[in-house]
């Protein structure tokens, strides 16, 4: 339905009079620019909004804010998330499944040596299609600090894509390029992770000004001081260049660095001053570094969150700087959530809520190889069993083996549900959205993929033992982000409409005029629109 509308908009547009598509065209965007904040929670718009003063306030106050935004698939990790940032669809049509299905790919390489990434496994088309099958001249422009936060916005596009790469500067892989822009190269020769070895991360305001405990002992254990924990403020960057390089992405100033890149790149690319619509796509990490690390309920999330904000407002400006702030449109949401820690939430009880199904895999595996099974047969990725029937051993009963582990692991502490997909495929359409969990997990799992079980906690509860703050789950915690649009084109608003993730690709697509070249499973939020 989505892609008729479109069309039937381009056939009008064709069939207007030349001074009227000439109108349209001087009135759309020339410069889309779509945030993405790696692990950015709504509530912590609510939780810190006396505080906030630069971009994220900016953007909330004064655009189309829907409060009640949904990643609406049920892996809720980095690389589904990004994949579904501008394509208008879930998981199930962009085939990224998992962080571990993502963008590594050994066909490439980095520039400067490394294995390198790539969208491979990406199926289908972006905005940036969309854009340039409209006008070809439309260019882009993607950079994170992660891979897949830079390549997975674009899909398979062939444009510029940039991530850092540990050593200290912003890198691509041969997918793109064979060698780097001049413009990353003199970036990257200012050495400013190396440049900041020894500096301090303390506080942006009074300590006064923090409710919340300075440290608590389920904060990560810090590789940045040798293993050892650092539970308070100051932290510091390691003192070694080298080191301050590979550490840089665990504090606030990774983002200013990615922000700083990102404007560079908008400037030598002269992008959003063309013939046609460009697109800049910046996804911010360190949230997710700092919430992993130390939590969602610490100091130290809530004084990125204010970093964030700062650093957030300087990038809006220096957008304006240089595209006219009547001809830009911003859009900013995440790619998932994140659980407190279950000590935090749990107290006493927090043990339940470690889970693990190793020794059932151990178990039912290690028959499935007595019986010769071939490599990789059965494979398990926190919540998704891998059953790859061509490689099982002959005679072997599949459908027993599924019933006997879905058996077992209802039975582990932690366990909501385990769910066979074609029970869930089954199912009718008005259960399944009476059901989010089943509708999350029919939107996650592309049919032609041998997954053929899935495996759901109990709110509140995480896979395997691990001391930092976790996601990954259906829950609300983890799929429920922020969905805003702001500037040309956007009425602004506080709505709580049900939005999801997919559907920001399509209404910026109808704010620009393009059509998308296929079926999508997210629609227009008309809601949002100026006209």
């Avoid at 049509?93 to 050994?106: E, F, K, M, Q």
């Avoid at 440049?195 to 409710?211: E, I, K, N």
């Avoid at 790859?388 to 932690?414: E, Q």
């Avoid at 922020?482 to 040309?488: D, H």
């Amino acid at each position: 339905m989505i892609r008729r509308f479109f069309a039937s908009l381009v056939a009008a547009l064709a069939l207007a009079p030349t001074s009227a598509r000439a109108q349209v065209q001087a009135e759309r965007p020339a410069l889309v620019v779509f945030i993405t904040v790696d692990q950015l929670r709504p509530d912590y718009f609510t939780r810190y909004q006396r505080q906030l003063t630069g971009g994220l306030a900016r953007l909330a106050r004064g655009g189309a804010f829907f409060s009640r935004g949904y990643q609406d698939h049920a892996v809720t990790e980095t690389a589904p998330g990004h994949a579904s940032t501008l394509s208008g669809r879930f998981p199930a049509s962009t085939g990224i499944v998992g962080n571990a299905y993502g963008v590594l790919d050994s066909q490439t390489t980095l520039i400067g040596g490394g294995t390198g990434a790539s969208p491979f496994r990406f199926r289908g088309s972006t905005l940036i299609d969309w854009m340039r099958t409209a006008d070809a001249r439309s260019r882009a422009l993607s950079i994170s600090r992660k891979d897949r936060g830079a390549i997975l916005p674009l899909g398979r596009a062939h444009q510029s894509v940039f991530w850092y790469d540990f050593r200290g500067g912003f890198t691509t892989s041969t997918y793109y390029a064979d060698t780097l822009p001049d413009w990353v190269k003199a970036f990257n020769a200012r050495r400013i992770p190396q440049s900041m070895a020894g500096r301090q991360w303390t506080l942006l305001m009074d300590r006064r000004q923090y409710p919340e405990p300075d440290t608590v002992r389920w904060e990560s254990a810090s590789p940045i001081a040798g293993g050892r924990h650092e539970p308070a403020f100051p932290h510091r960057i390691p003192a070694h260049p080298d080191s301050a390089a590979k550490y840089f992405t665990e504090f606030p100033f990774m983002d200013q660095l990615t922000a700083d890149a990102a404007i560079a790149g908008l400037r030598a690319m002269n992008l959003g001053r063309g013939a046609a619509p460009d697109l800049l796509a910046v996804s911010f990490s360190t949230t997710d570094a700092v919430g992993h690390r130390y939590g969602p309920d610490s100091r130290e999330i809530h004084d990125q969150v204010l970093r964030l904000d700062r650093t957030l407002g300087a990038f809006i400006d220096s957008v304006y700087a240089q595209v006219d702030s009547s001809h830009v449109v911003f859009a900013l949401t995440s790619d998932h959530g994140v659980a407190s820690f279950p000590e935090v939430a749990y107290g006493d009880s927090a043990g339940a809520f470690h889970v693990s199904v190793d020794t059932i895999i151990r178990r039912l595996g290690g028959q499935v190889s007595a019986m010769g099974a071939g490599a990789a047969a059965i494979e398990w990725d926190d919540g998704l069993l891998f059953v790859r029937r061509d490689r099982l051993p002959a005679g072997m009963d599949a459908d027993a083996f599924l019933r006997d582990f879905a058996a077992a692991a209802r039975r582990v502490p932690g366990v909501a549900r385990v769910d066979r997909m074609e029970d869930l495929r089954a199912m009718d359409t008005e259960a399944v959205q009476r059901d989010e969990v089943a509708r999350r997990w029919l939107h996650m799992i592309p049919r032609d993929q041998p997954i053929p079980l899935v495996v759901t906690l109990r709110p509140g509860a995480v896979w395997g033992a691990r001391s930092y703050a976790m996601h990954g789950t259906p829950h609300g915690y983890d799929a429920h982000v922020p969905v805003i649009f702001y500037g040309a084109g956007i009425r602004p608003g506080r709505y709580d409409t049900f939005a999801r993730v997919v559907d920001m690709g399509p209404t910026l697509a109808h704010v620009l005029g393009v059509a998308p070249t296929e079926t999508l499973d997210g629609r227009v939020l008309e809601q949002a629109l100026a006209r």
